[in-house]
């Protein structure tokens, strides 16, 4: 136990605070079984502890023991939550917390002293304020109060010690279940745990000798209980008691009612007036206690005394008739609380009245007295006022307790007392005896019962088993009636007419009504085969084994057939000129293959038949047909092909010089058709070509257009080959079989449809019909393609924009093949035209103006309007397509490039900073200008953002010129009235005069060198400076440029004169602003700007 103790303080309250101390103290601790609940099985050991914190609190822990000797807690209450303990036996108890919780413990020692801890503990920590409920267990003496409290514990009947009213009360239901001799326990309901009311502990079998005994002890150890009136008296007022009452123990009173001994066994009340007495009661105790303050002894009637004295005079013979007091009592004997004082007002209640002569006058007084004590005693006890459910009090509930307790003890007595005359009688064993000997001949006779049911169930068994054998030879017989019937009838389906053995053999295969007879009789073998496919009687094997050989012979039959048929249809649809319609007006086409397709389509009901009968013969007639449909549309197309390539036009050899790199031009070479004034209309190469109009050539369309022409003719080819061949061959997954194209017999179709179905093999074969058939045509569009793009490289865009168009088409038809061998296509041409990109970009950064003389107008940017408009030409209709994205790209590259080159270019011109400046600018205003003006004519919306950007470098160009051309003439007058502009930003305009650099002096000094004939002098030089930047250089180059340069020449000079007229209108009002009172002012006025650039036009 002390080493026990020590783990427990070990492992559990060894924990110390930041002072060092320990946060808990161990107390005591006992163990514990629990039940471990359906899943756990049986019971488990539990430990609980007690303990007491450091700050006075004390807390209850259940613990376990671990594997390693050391204890965990699992659950812990506060010791301030307890509320009652109720000791069930001396190896088990009671006690509620939140709950109530029975514990069963292994030693009766370490319960005891437990209990005493932890009563101890709880007195401690509570200091008296909590009341704690016990039954079972007395109060330690150590923890009383007073010395009053002490002696009435001592002398209280009751087994709790210090109990509540509320403790006395019980449940009728589980008075009732009580057995005299061996009582059980009581477990506290919940509504009684929830009112604070816990349950007394259980009564045991009491026989005659201890019941008197108890009752003598009673009589001198506890007050008399309430005193019931006789019937017919009136309701009697409750006395109450005296404020001054020397006892303070009645609110742990208890209601008692006990029944006087009679010769070693107990008196059992009569019914009528046990029932007489409950009415009363239950009467009596239904009226209200208004209050308990005490009463004048003047307002008791003599009526009720002298019937009081009368009761108290029988009480007092009770002693006498018992068989002695006892003061102890046994912890664990039933206490009756029916007192002398009880039994004499029943017997009274039975008997009758008693005469007034018989009643004894002199003590009635002191009689009555006590007892008006006693009752108000035992009634006090009682919280009489309760709560409930809205607050409110009332006296429900105690008189409730009272009248459960009365009838409880009532049951408790007549259970005694039954339990008595058992005991009381020898005869009773005899009975038992006899009785026993009657049990056990029953069992004899159960026995034997059990042994003839047994041999019964064997024959009832055996009878059933005949009767079975019989019904099984019945079923039987009934079987092979059937089964004959059925065989019958399989040789019947099993037969094949000899006629249509021979139709297979020799009808006909190239008539359609031969072929009707063919399938007719097809569907008879088929039938016969089919249904003995499952079977393997020796009466069909050898004429099914005959029929599988008529089978392989008409397969084969049907595949030499039609092998020869495929490759003479489709010599016949080729003919001489290998199946291409020359019309006298319009172009070639492919003959379409309508005819053969109705031919071969006759024999779509015999291809199924070979599908399911002979597989192998229906694969290599598949891979016949394949091979047949390749060469006729291989000829075919090869034919197209070759005939089409003579329609694409060549590129005119000036457009083949024509690019976006300068190398690719020369003077000699140039062309009006290629490169264009600036203004006149974009014609078509071929309008170029004015001269070879009237030669006759077939050489008239692009490579583009007759791409086109193609795809509509093999297009509309492949889509028909592939649906011919999934009716003809079956290649699809709809599932039909023989049987269902002949409208046979569900049986037949069932059957035909549980085995159909094709190997591995075959599937391969006929789901690559296509790749079989058109394997060729990718390479032959390959071929041609190139040699087309060798005729006109530029026409790459607009065969990648045909080729899209179909392979839209192929998409909405979700035809698998057509498309993969168009996207093949595609990805090809798609890199030939990254490729044609690429060469315009290295054409664009290797052209270069010669640094020493300028070449106006670049020719990638002269070359760029001529490359959209062949580009655009080909992609009428394209749009939404891939194709339209791919050129926006190649457009917006080509252009960055070309404006990043021309930059370059400029950078290259002029020695000197402000020459270099001027030719910088003169370039780019001239090219952005052509750039402008000739995408502007266009009207494309994918170009329109290339027309901001060049505005917006021409307008920044223009700008800069215009302000390095006027910083010479211009130059004094600008700088001196910018100065006077950044000083206003921090000087009044009136301050300005007083500045030495800015007064009046230096206006005029700035001023006189700029009059009306000074302004005329410097626009006059101002336009031969235009004229050579723009002009007379471009007239040394070509005749785009030239014309080209007289426009620009004109906006360069309108340019100037708008912003000479702004110079002079800021000149004039910076003086009215800042030298108002100087007197002196401009010389000259923007009318006068505007008439010299009037007289001096530039480029006109």
């Given at each position: 136990m002390?080493?026990?103790?020590q ?5 559990v309250?060894s924990?110390r605070?930041?002072s ?27 430990y609980?502890l ?5 700050n ?7 613990s ?9 807690v699992?659950?812990t ?9 109720q000791?069930?036996?001396p ?5 509620t917390?939140?709950?109530t919780?029975r ?18 503990l709880f ?28 002696n ?5 009947p009751?087994?709790?010690g210090i ?7 019980r ?15 009581r ?5 009684a745990?929830?009112?604070g ?13 201890g019941v008197?005994a108890t009752?003598?002890?009673?009589s001198?150890?506890r ?9 017919g ?6 006395p ?16 008692n ?12 009340l009569?019914?009528?007036?046990r ?9 009596d ?5 208004r ?6 002894s ?8 002298a019937?009081?004295r ?8 009770a002693p ?25 007002m ?6 009758g ?10 003590g ?5 007295q006590?007892?008006l ?15 409930d ?10 008189v409730?307790?009272i009248?459960a ?5 009532l ?22 005896k ?12 159960d026995?034997l019962?059990?042994s003839?049911?047994?041999h019964?169930n064997a024959?009832?068994?055996?009878i059933l088993y005949i ?10 017989t009934q079987n092979?009636?059937?089964l004959?019937?059925e ?15 021979v ?11 031969s ?9 008879e073998?088929y ?6 496919r499952?079977?393997d ?5 050898e ?6 050989t008529h ?6 039959r049907v595949?030499d057939?039609l092998s020869?048929?495929f ?6 649809l080729?003919?001489?000129t ?7 007006k ?5 003959i379409?293959?309508?005819e053969?397709e109705?031919?071969l389509?006759?024999y ?5 038949y ?6 192998n013969?229906?694969a290599?007639?598949c891979?016949?047909?394949?091979s047949?449909?390749s ?10 092909l070759g005939?089409?390539?003579n329609f694409?036009r ?6 083949q010089?024509?690019?976006f ?8 070479t140039?062309?009006?058709a290629?490169?264009?004034?600036a ?8 309008e170029a070509?004015?001269?070879e109009k009237d ?11 007759v791409f ?12 028909r080959?592939?649906?011919?061949i999934a009716?003809f ?11 269902d ?30 790749d079989?058939?058109f394997?060729?045509?990718?390479g ?16 790459i ?5 045909a080729?899209e ?10 035809h698998?093949?057509?498309?993969a ?5 595609h ?33 990638f ?5 001529v490359?959209?408009t062949?580009?655009?030409n ?6 939404g397509?891939e194709i339209?994205?791919?050129v926006?790209?190649?457009?917006d590259?080509?252009v960055?490039?070309?404006?990043d080159s021309?930059k ?7 020695e ?5 400046q ?16 000739e995408?502007?004519r266009m009207?494309l919306?994918?170009?329109s ?20 051309m ?6 004094k007058?600008i ?23 800015y007064n009046?002096?230096a ?7 700029y009059?009306v004939k000074?302004i005329?002098?410097?626009?006059e ?23 080209t ?5 004109v906006?360069?000079?309108?340019a ?12 004039l009002s ?8 100087t ?11 505007e008439?010299?650039f009037?007289?001096l036009?530039?480029?006109?």
């Amino acid at each position: 136990m002390a080493d026990q103790r020590q783990k427990i303080i070990t492992s559990v309250f060894s924990r110390r605070n930041a002072s060092g101390n320990l946060e808990e103290t161990y107390v005591s601790h006992v163990k514990i079984w629990e039940d471990a609940g359906p899943e756990g099985g049986g019971r488990k050991p539990r430990y609980i502890l007690l303990s007491q914190a450091n700050n006075g609190s004390g807390f209850i822990h259940k613990s376990k023991l671990n594997t390693n000797g050391s204890f965990s807690v699992g659950k812990t209450w506060r010791l301030a939550e307890l509320r009652a303990l109720q000791v069930v036996n001396p190896l088990a108890f009671n006690i509620t917390l939140s709950r109530t919780y029975r514990w069963q413990t292994e030693n009766q020692i370490d319960q005891a002293n437990f209990l005493d801890a932890l009563i101890r503990l709880f007195r401690t920590v509570t200091r008296g304020s909590v009341p704690l409920q016990l039954e079972g267990i007395q109060e330690p003496d150590p923890l009383a109060a007073t010395p009053s409290q002490s002696n009435y514990a001592q002398s209280s009947p009751s087994s709790s010690g210090i109990t509540s009213v509320s403790q006395n009360q019980r449940s009728r239901t589980s008075s009732q279940s009580e057995r005299p001799s061996d009582l059980p326990d009581r477990v506290p309901s919940p509504l009684a745990l929830r009112n604070g009311v816990p349950p007394r502990a259980a009564s045991p079998a009491m026989s005659g000798r201890g019941v008197a005994a108890t009752r003598g002890a009673m009589s001198k150890a506890r007050p008399p209980s309430i005193t019931v009136p006789q019937q017919g008296t009136p309701p009697l007022r409750q006395p109450r008691r005296p404020s001054n009452a020397g006892s303070t123990s009645s609110q742990v009173t208890s209601v008692n009612l006990q029944t006087m001994p009679s010769q070693g066994s107990s008196l059992e009340l009569p019914r009528d007036a046990r029932q007489t007495s409950n009415h009363l009661l239950s009467k009596d105790t239904s009226q209200k206690i208004r209050t308990l303050s005490p009463v004048p002894s003047h307002a008791e009637s003599p009526g009720f005394l002298a019937r009081t004295r009368k009761i108290s005079s029988q009480s007092a013979m009770a002693p006498a008739i018992s068989d002695g007091p006892s003061m102890r009592r046994d912890q664990h004997a039933r206490i009756s609380y029916f007192d002398p004082s009880n039994q004499a007002m029943l017997d009274r209640l039975i008997t009758g009245p008693i005469p007034d002569d018989q009643l004894d006058i002199e003590g009635e007084e002191a009689d009555a007295q006590a007892t008006l004590a006693n009752v108000e005693e035992m009634i006090e006890g009682y919280e009489w006022a309760s709560d409930d459910v809205i607050g409110r009090k009332g006296t429900r509930g105690a008189v409730e307790l009272i009248e459960a307790r009365l009838l409880d003890e009532l049951m408790a007595l007549e259970k005694a007392n039954i339990h008595s005359f058992l005991e009381s009688d020898d005869r009773i064993a005899l009975v038992m005896k006899f009785m026993d000997s009657a049990i056990a001949e029953l069992d004899n006779m159960d026995g034997l019962i059990s042994s003839y049911k047994i041999h019964l169930n064997a024959a009832s068994e055996d009878i059933l088993y005949i009767q079975s054998q019989n019904r099984g030879l019945q079923v039987q017989t009934q079987n092979q009636r059937a089964l004959l019937a059925e065989l019958q009838n399989l040789l019947r389906t099993v037969h094949v007419d000899q006629d249509a053995l021979v139709t297979l053999t020799q009808e006909s295969l190239e008539k359609a009504q031969s072929i009707q007879h063919l399938e007719e009789s097809a569907s008879e073998l088929y039938k016969a085969l089919l249904a003995g496919r499952d079977t393997d009687m020796a009466a069909t094997m050898e004429r099914l084994q005959e029929y599988r050989t008529h089978n392989s012979q008409f397969c084969k039959r049907v595949f030499d057939f039609l092998s020869i048929m495929f490759t003479a249809q489709s010599k016949l649809l080729l003919g001489e000129t290998d199946g291409i319609l020359k019309p006298t007006k319009g172009r070639p086409s492919l003959i379409q293959h309508r005819e053969i397709e109705a031919y071969l389509g006759r024999y779509a009901g015999l291809m199924l038949y070979l599908k399911e009968m002979d597989e192998n013969i229906y694969a290599r007639l598949c891979a016949a047909y394949f091979s047949a449909a390749s060469d006729l549309h291989g000829t075919q197309i090869k034919a197209l092909l070759g005939i089409y390539i003579n329609f694409v036009r060549k590129m005119p050899e000036e457009e083949q010089e024509q690019g976006f790199s300068a190398t690719t031009l020369t003077v000699a070479t140039k062309g009006v058709a290629g490169i264009r004034r600036a203004g006149t209309i974009i014609r078509s190469p071929v309008e170029a070509r004015s001269k070879e109009k009237d030669k006759p050539s077939d050489a008239d369309l692009r490579a583009s257009e007759v791409f086109g022409k193609i795809l509509e003719q093999i297009a509309p080819l492949v889509y028909r080959e592939g649906e011919f061949i999934a009716d003809f061959l079956q290649i699809n997954d709809a599932a039909l079989t023989f049987a269902d194209y002949m409208g046979l017999d569900s049986y037949f179709r069932r059957q035909a449809a549980r085995v159909a179905g094709l190997s591995q093999t075959t599937l391969k074969l006929v789901r690559g019909a296509m790749d079989l058939i058109f394997g060729f045509l990718s390479g032959d569009l390959k071929i041609w393609l190139d040699k087309a793009l060798a005729r006109d490289h530029m026409e790459i865009i607009g065969v990648l924009s045909a080729l899209e168009r179909f392979q839209v088409e192929a998409e909405e038809r979700n035809h698998e093949f057509f498309q993969a061998l168009l996207s093949k296509q595609h990805t090809r041409l798609k890199a030939v035209f990254d490729r044609h990109v690429n060469d315009q970009l290295k054409g664009i950064e290797q052209t270069k103006l010669n640094s020493k003389k300028r070449k106006g107008i670049a020719h990638f940017v002269k070359y760029f309007p001529v490359y959209v408009t062949h580009v655009e030409n080909q992609l009428l209709g394209a749009g939404g397509l891939e194709i339209r994205i791919s050129v926006d790209e190649a457009y917006d590259k080509i252009v960055k490039t070309m404006f990043d080159s021309l930059k370059q270019m400029a950078k290259l011109e002029g020695e000197g900073e402000d020459k270099g400046q001027l030719n910088f600018h003169v370039i780019l205003i001239e090219n952005m200008h052509y750039f402008i003006g000739e995408m502007s004519r266009m009207d494309l919306g994918s170009v329109s953002s290339f027309i901001r950007q060049a505005e917006g470098i021409y307008d920044e160009n223009l700008s800069a010129y215009v302000k390095l051309m006027f910083r010479r003439p211009f130059g004094k007058i600008i700088d001196y009235f910018e100065g006077v502009d950044n000083l206003l930003r921090t000087t009044g305009p009136g301050e300005i005069a007083a500045n030495a650099a800015y007064n009046k002096s230096a206006l005029k000094k700035v001023l006189k060198e700029y009059s009306v004939k000074d302004i005329r002098k410097h626009v006059e030089a101002l336009s031969k400076r235009v004229e050579k930047h723009f002009i007379e250089t471009a007239e040394k180059t070509d005749d785009v440029t030239s014309t080209t340069a007289a426009a620009v020449s004109v906006g360069v000079w309108k340019a100037c004169e708008e912003e000479l007229v702004r110079l002079t209108e800021l000149f004039l009002s910076l003086i009215s602003q800042c030298y108002a009172d100087t007197g002196v002012s401009l010389e000259y006025t923007a009318s006068d700007v505007e008439s010299a650039f009037r007289r001096l036009r530039v480029g006109l």
